[in-house]
Each structure stands twice: as C-alpha cells, then as structure tokens.
C-alpha cells in the first residue's frame, strides 16, 4: 500500500469538508478515490468533526494507520548482511539474488532484491579497464610524480600518437529497435554476425592546436618485403664500420687494467642484433619498426613535428611502448630529426589524449551500418578523422592534469572516472 504524506491526507480532508466530490479530490492530490473517503471516515472516528466551526485537524486526526500483515523481514541487521555479501569483493557482485537468500537462509530472492533497490544497487555491466601490475602501477605513479607540475600550456606542446584495429561488419556498441513482437525476424530488425571479418590497423596523430597526418595500414606485400631487404642491407653496410668503430673502443678500454692485459680470450667482433645489427622479423604482414619508420615516422609523423615546432618549439611527440616504437632504430631517426619524445608509461590509455578518439571514430564511422569492404571502411575513417572536432581533441587534452591527480591519489591505480570533471 502507497503512504501519504500528513500534507496531502491534510487536503484530502479538507477538500472533503468544503464538499469537493472525492474524484476531483483525487485528480489534485493523486490519491485513489476509495482511499479519500478512506482517510476522510478514519479522521471522523478519531473525533473529527467537519460541522463544528472552526474545525481544527490535529496530528491524531490525519495520522497514517497502523499497517496489518506479516511483520517484514528486512530488519536492519537482515539488510546489511546482504548489502556486505555483495560488496565483499568481484564475485559477491556476480551472485544472484538466489545465491544469496540461499546463504542467509530463511529470506527469500525477492526481498534480496527488494533489500538491495533499497539501498541504490542495481544489476549492470562492470566498468572496463585496463589490468594492471604492481609493476605498471609503480611506472604510473612514477611518471605522474615526474609530471604532476606540467600545467595544460606543457600538455599543448604534445603530439598524441595510437593506432586502433578496425573489424570490418562490425557495428560499435549496443542499440536497441523498435519493433513488434511478430517482426523478430524481419530483416530490418536482425542484427547480422559475420564470421572470419578482416581487419586493418588505423593510426593518427594529433596536438592541441590542429589533427596531425593519419594512416591506414594493409598488409605487406611480397615485393614490399623484398625491396626492405634490400635496403636494410643497404642500411647495415654503412652502419657497420661505425659500430664495429665503436665496439673495439669499449672492449679495448674495458680489457686494460694497470698490470696491463686482461687475460682470457680476445673478443671477436660479430654483427648480429645484439652489436647493432638491423633484421627484421620472419612474420608477414605484421607492422614492426621498419613499416613503421617508412610509412609513418620519416615521412609523416616527423614533418608534422617538424612544422608545430615552429609555433610551439618544445614540441614532444608522444608514444607508447610497442616494440616497432622502442626499436633501437628509431632513436636515431628521432635524434637526426631533431625532435624529441614523450616517454610514456605502459597499458595506460587514461593518460594518452588521444585514446578517447577511437571509440568516438568507431561510433561515427557505423553510425549508419558497419562497413562491408574495407575500401569502404578505409574511406569512412578518413571522413570520421577529418570530421573529428578539433574542440573535442582539445577537452580530452585539458582533462590529463586533473587524470594525473586521481592516479596519484590512487598510488598508480586506475579506479576512477575519467573526464575533466567539474
């Protein structure tokens, strides 16, 4: 049964006694018009007279009834018992309201749930984040610690890199249609699922002030393969007289001591990775550190740094840890380039501004149905990227102060809602 307030059962009565008939009583407090005769009877037997002037209404007169029934069950030690069974941990989350009346024994799955909407929990997907070590979260403090006094003027200088998987004839997040019971199957109400979808990578770059260059990556080919050989030989023929150069000094100073010559075998010199040597992998297709320098660094990341640096001249190009990033190679291209880079902690999007883009590219480009072709997929990307506001790249920048606040109040932990906040 619905309780009335002492206000409204007040008026209800008072409309009773001033003869306003009990439905126009109903429609202005919202009480049922059986419950209004109710109400205005219950106060004439507590002593109510409505012919005496001037009435007066006292407490006693409106005051709500005692209720009959079975006594509840949910007495405060009841409701918290189950509240802490479900915030124990993970998995006390994941129990039904079965599971749980099952352990406490003598309540039922219905006032388990009745118990829990009372106190303002409700069944729901689990936030998504990232796992993270004690290792990670310690490179994360770490690096918060280091930047914690860059102002939003330091983080203007930065160019944001990623890159995300596209899934061809896959449409991004959940949607609901309107439909009747007997249209399940119409083809305009089924939701396709495709098996054995390609898929390719997508990179961009962006800063503060403007979107920088951006890439679709297909897969190699076999010349393509054929013609890096070639040139990375090219590449190892001049490097290797000024590693060699270099590799002679460092042992000859290490194997002298003042008794003069250390004894034991001397050192031979021997080209491999270890030495300096450039190789790539045997897998095909993959985009390692040579792709990578000659389809994205040289001729566009590096060009784009080049020209923000002449508004902004401490730019940093920002990158994460893949290892076509942290190739020895790429330092050196970097160094020849004459820009520097960002170091960047691992497995953390919350403090990469442009991670943010890709669920709000993925969401534009399947907006109207997913893609069918990856000609198609290639040509919505780039629409969605140039379409991408530029103000919208501007708040996810500005909220990276207020990120490395929460992860530091959190010691390199990611339990928080990211956003600039309020």
């Known amino acids: 049964m619905v309780k009335y307030d002492v206000a409204t059962r007040t008026a209800a009565i008072m409309m009773s006694v001033f003869g306003m008939e009990p439905r126009y009583i109903s429609d202005w407090t919202g009480i049922p018009t059986e419950t209004v005769k109710a109400i205005y009877n219950r106060?004439?037997?507590?002593?109510?007279?409505?012919?005496?002037?001037?009435?007066?209404?006292?407490?006693?007169?409106?005051?709500?009834?005692?209720?009959?029934?079975?006594?509840?069950?949910?007495?405060?030690?009841?409701?918290?018992?189950?509240?802490?069974?479900?915030?124990?941990?993970?998995?006390?989350?994941?129990?039904?309201?079965?599971?749980i009346a099952s352990e406490l024994l003598d309540i039922s799955a219905t006032t388990v749930w009745r118990v829990l909407r009372n106190a303002g929990l409700k069944k729901t997907k689990p936030t998504r984040k990232p796992g993270l070590t004690d290792r990670m979260r310690t490179d994360r403090l770490n690096w918060c610690l280091e930047h914690q006094h860059w102002t939003l003027e330091d983080f203007k200088n930065v160019i944001w890199t990623d890159e995300t998987s596209v899934i061809l004839l896959h449409r991004r997040g959940s949607y609901r249609i309107w439909r009747t019971k007997d249209e399940a199957f119409l083809r305009s109400c089924?939701?396709?699922?495709?098996?054995?979808?390609?898929?390719?990578?997508?990179w961009g770059s962006f800063s503060y002030d403007k979107k920088g260059p951006y890439h679709c990556w297909l897969p190699e080919t076999a010349a393509e393969r054929r013609n890096s050989e070639a040139l990375i030989n090219t590449w190892n023929a001049d490097l290797e007289p000024k590693l060699r150069a270099e590799w002679e000094l460092t042992s000859g100073v290490r194997r002298i001591n003042l008794r003069g010559q250390t004894p034991g075998k001397k050192p031979i010199w021997r080209f491999t990775t270890k030495t300096g040597k450039l190789t790539r992998s045997k897998a095909k297709g993959g985009i390692d550190w040579y792709r990578y320098n000659t389809t994205i660094l040289v001729p566009k990341l590096l060009?784009?740094?080049?020209?923000?640096?002449?508004?902004?001249?401490?730019?940093?190009?920002?990158?994460?840890?893949?290892?076509?990033?942290?190739?020895?190679?790429?330092?050196?291209?970097?160094?020849?380039a004459g820009v520097s880079r960002l170091l960047w902690p691992g497995n953390s999007p919350d403090l990469n501004a442009i991670e943010p883009a890709w669920p709000w590219m993925k969401r534009?480009?399947?907006?109207?149905?997913?893609?069918?072709?990856?000609?198609?997929?290639?040509?919505?990307?780039?629409?969605?990227?140039?379409?991408?506001?530029?103000?919208?790249?501007?708040?996810?920048?500005?909220?990276?102060?207020?990120?490395?606040?929460?992860?530091?109040?959190?010691?390199?932990?990611?339990?928080?809602?990211?956003?600039?906040?309020?």
Request: with cysteine; aromatic share 8%; hydrophobic share 35%.
């Open 43 to 99: 106060a004439i037997e507590r002593g109510f007279d409505p012919s005496k002037r001037p009435f007066t209404l006292i407490d006693a007169y409106v005051a709500d009834a005692t209720r009959t029934g079975r006594p509840r069950k949910q007495i405060p030690a009841l409701e918290t018992a189950v509240v802490a069974k479900v915030r124990r941990d993970r998995y006390g989350r994941e129990k039904t309201c079965a599971d």
């Open 303 to 336: 060009p784009f740094a080049q020209a923000c640096m002449v508004d902004r001249p401490d730019t940093l190009v920002q990158e994460d840890k893949a290892p076509a990033h942290a190739h020895q190679h790429q330092q050196v291209v970097f160094d020849m």
């Open 190 to 202: 089924i939701r396709e699922r495709w098996k054995g979808s390609s898929e390719f990578m997508f």
């Open 364 to 422: 534009y480009t399947t907006k109207k149905g997913a893609p069918k072709s990856r000609a198609d997929a290639i040509k919505a990307w780039g629409e969605a990227w140039h379409t991408l506001p530029q103000e919208r790249i501007q708040q996810w920048i500005e909220r990276l102060p207020r990120h490395i606040e929460e992860i530091i109040r959190l010691e390199g932990g990611n339990e928080y809602k990211e956003g600039r906040g309020h």
